[in-house]
């Protein structure tokens, strides 16, 4: 098999997923948030240190680092080329 007939058949392949997904991929009662629908899946609060010029956050990565069974959050300030671990002590509590 050519090269050429490899990629039109890999190219194939891939459409009629996608086709067969849109199809029959997704469920009745599947939750799909329209745009702009606020989710209730985390409250918005404040965490980390208090800060005179707003940080330029390049990352940002849930992990449990301390395994207490409790995210932690990894962030990365590429203003000040910082890496800081802002620890969950509490469940909600930073």
């Given amino acids: 098999m050519s090269r050429k007939w490899l990629i039109a058949t890999i190219l194939?392949?891939?459409?009629?997923?996608?086709?067969?997904?849109?199809?029959?991929?997704?469920?009745?009662g599947d939750a799909v948030a329209e745009k702009g629908e606020p989710l209730d899946l985390f409250n918005q609060?404040?965490?980390g240190l208090d800060f005179t010029e707003p940080p330029q956050i390049s990352f940002v990565e849930l992990v449990d680092l301390n395994e207490?069974?409790?995210s932690d959050v990894l962030v990365?300030?590429?203003?000040s080329n910082t890496l800081s671990w802002i620890q969950q002590n509490e469940k909600g509590e930073f």
């Fill in 76 to 79: 990365c300030d590429c203003t």
């Fill in 12 to 28: 194939l392949l891939v459409a009629v997923g996608s086709i067969a997904y849109g199809i029959w991929g997704q469920k009745q």
């Fill in 68 to 70: 207490d069974s409790l």
């Fill in 45 to 47: 609060q404040p965490i």
